[in-house]
């Protein structure tokens, strides 16, 4: 199983693949934005279950496809 850190590494390697930016905030988050489209999402660097679970409802509703 692996952990939290490495699921988000590939979860920003897939967005990056799928076109949107990727950058860390001061704070260790990641923020998600796409460049043809409004808004964005911030996630936590290992996010918990339950919180990745909102993250990627909101990376899906700013147009992720898992």
Known sequence: MSSG?????????DLRKQGFEVERTGSGHWKVTHPARGGCVVMAFSPSHTGQHLTLKRLRKLGYRP
């Open 5 to 13: 850190r490495a699921q988000t590494m590939q979860l920003v390697k």
